[in-house]
């Protein structure tokens, strides 16, 4: 394994594609002080300043069906969230699918980009930003009131090599146990205990439209149940929850 550090990149997950398309082996790391481009979910821009967060991205070759990648994210979410409990001594939520957040707050967002071949995944990039040592104040006017930092929520700024250590001793044991298993068997009823999504009334906003209901529960697959206001239930595979 290594570790591709750049001081400042577009963003580490297109780096780390290129390095996996050609060949990079699992556990590659890329991991840069400041992303130019930084990528969020569904087209996002992710603030990434100098030196002020975890911005990197992981290289992963599960040999698995394609179906299992929504579910190595969670699993990712868990591990994130066991992390930054650790690292800050206040108790992580996992937003379903999987923002990590603090007092409502979000902290560490996951990218997760993928090339399959006939149904096999090929390899996974896991991007992961984390808000590090941000002031509250230097958040954009735009996420201030939606974003928060390890530094805001503890109180102290902590070193970033800290914090991407502990994120890879929670993750690789994790990675490892749900790809010898084949499937998330004890870490779904984890992620459930971390969950901050379930039992609520949410807003979810799909590429389909928007979806009012009460969040239920979690499949096997990492799939949201929701129940419809006429008692109907509905899956949900990939939405923006808001409560
Ligand atoms: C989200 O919550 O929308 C996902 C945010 C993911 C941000 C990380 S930072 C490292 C990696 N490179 C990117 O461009 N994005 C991810």
């Known amino acids: 394994q290594s570790i591709v550090y750049r001081e400042t990149i577009d963003s580490t997950n297109n780096l780390a594609r290129e390095l996996a ?3 990079a082996i699992e556990g590659t790391l890329v991991i840069a002080d400041e992303q130019q481009q930084g990528r969020g979910r569904r087209g996002r821009d992710w603030f990434s300043p100098p030196q002020s967060g975890v911005w990197m991205s992981l290289i992963l070759r599960p040999e698995l069906p394609l179906a299992h990648a929504a579910q190595i994210t969670l699993v990712t979410a868990i591990a994130l969230a066991r992390a930054l409990t650790r690292l800050t001594g206040v108790q992580a939520g996992i937003k379903w699918p999987n923002d990590i957040l603090f ?3 979000k902290c560490c967002g996951i990218l997760t980009e993928m090339h399959a ?3 096999q995944i090929h390899h996974l990039v896991l991007g992961i930003g984390i808000n590090v040592n941000i002031p509250q104040a230097d958040f954009p006017a735009d996420i201030e009131h939606i974003a928060t930092s390890l530094q805001a929520v503890k109180g102290t700024p902590i070193a970033r090599a800290k914090v991407v250590q502990t994120v890879l ?6 990675y490892r146990q749900y790809v010898a298993d084949g ?3 004890t870490l779904r009823e984890e992620w459930k205990a971390h969950n901050i999504t379930l039992g609520n009334n949410i807003i979810a906003h799909t ?7 009460r969040a239920l529960d979690i499949d096997e ?7 419809l206001p006429d008692g109907a239930h509905k899956k949900i595979y990939s939405a923006d929850i808001m409560f």
């Open 103 to 105: 007092n409502q707050k």
């Open 183 to 185: 499937g998330f068997g």
């Open 221 to 227: 697959f990492g799939v949201l149940l929701i129940e």
């Open 21 to 23: 398309n050609n060949g």
């Open 117 to 119: 071949e006939f149904d």
């Open 207 to 213: 590429a389909q439209g928007t979806i009012e209901g």
């Open 169 to 174: 001793e929670e993750l690789e044991p994790l």
